[in-house]
């Protein structure tokens, strides 16, 4: 049986960016256009998670918007801000 995972995926000039978090296990995973980019095992997942969504009342286990945070934050970080444009969320 396939354990659940959150996820969340981000459309950029690039390709696509997703990240998805996986409820048993507390694992991230942010994946650029199907290749494994990052991969996280609690506590440092939870501390991703809490740096970006710190307002959120998240626990252990992110909704969607904390993981869409943590997935922005990603794509700012690694390949600059004009690489996330608000209008493709439209």
Same mark, same amino acid.
Do not use: Y
């Given at each position: ?11 950029t ?13 507390? +694992? ?8 494994? +980019?990052?991969? !996280? ?22 909704r969607?918007?904390?993981?869409? !945070? ?13 690489? !996330?444009? +608000?209008?493709?969320?439209?």
């Amino acid at each position: 049986m396939k354990a659940k995972a959150i996820t969340v995926s981000i459309d950029t000039p690039g390709g696509v960016v997703c990240a998805e978090f996986h409820i048993d296990t507390g +694992r991230l995973r942010i994946f650029e256009r199907g290749m494994l +980019r990052v991969e !996280l095992f609690p506590p440092h997942s939870w501390f991703t998670v809490a740096s970006v969504a710190g307002n959120s009342r998240w626990g252990t286990r992110p909704r969607e918007g904390d993981l869409r !945070l943590v997935l922005e934050n990603f794509i700012q970080q690694h390949f600059g801000i004009s690489a !996330l444009q +608000r209008e493709s969320f439209i």
